[in-house]
């Protein structure tokens, strides 16, 4: 029995590192310093792939992002911690989990802690669809309470995106 439990178990595990790996849009950001995620913001970051090594104990995540009117490609690694967070460097000390991951949108909370030290919570959907339903709506205004993030600092960010990657990415 004990040996069905954790076969059922590694197998939920791989499917849910499945579900996050693949092509990816940012539809919504949200923070409580709403200035990091403006547009130009050094946070609002239009991500387009997630992947993971064999077990997912690291995490690679590429994305643009819009500073000075230049857009920029980068791909971070982050590397999972002892509490099944990761952590990575960017514009800081990042530490972030996905909390929702279906074939449609991905979610990850986060906090970056910048050079000066102020710290921000940031939340992430990433999806195939250009648009949250009512629904999903409503659960990322959940969330954005219990992370303590003004449901007002969310920002609709697919279509602020870099030019350059909208056609050749």
């Known amino acids: 029995m004990v040996k069905f439990l954790l ?5 939920g595990l791989a499917h849910a590192y499945d579900e996050l790996q693949g092509k990816w849009d940012t539809i919504v950001v949200a923070a409580n310093n709403v200035e990091k995620i403006e547009l130009g913001g050094n946070l609002r970051l239009y991500v387009r792939e ?13 994305f643009y992002v819009n500073l000075n009117g230049q857009c920029s490609k980068t791909t971070v690694t982050g590397y999972k911690q002892a509490d099944g967070t990761y952590r990575t460097q960017y514009e800081g000390d990042n530490i972030f989990q996905p909390v929702y991951a279906t074939s449609k949108n991905l979610v990850f909370t986060g906090k970056n802690t910048d050079r000066a030290g102020k710290e921000t919570k940031l939340i992430f959907v990433l999806g195939k669809s250009k ?4 629904e ?3 659960k990322l205004e959940a ?17 602020t995106g870099c030019p350059a990657f909208q056609e050749s990415d």
């Open 136 to 138: 999903e709506n409503e």
């Open 131 to 134: 648009t949250l339903s009512q």
């Open 7 to 11: 076969l059922a178990l590694a197998f």
């Open 50 to 62: 997630v992947t993971c090594n064999n077990d997912c104990t690291e995490m690679y995540i590429t």
């Open 143 to 159: 969330l954005t309470e219990k992370e303590d993030i003004p449901k007002e600092n969310i920002r609709d960010v697919l279509a």
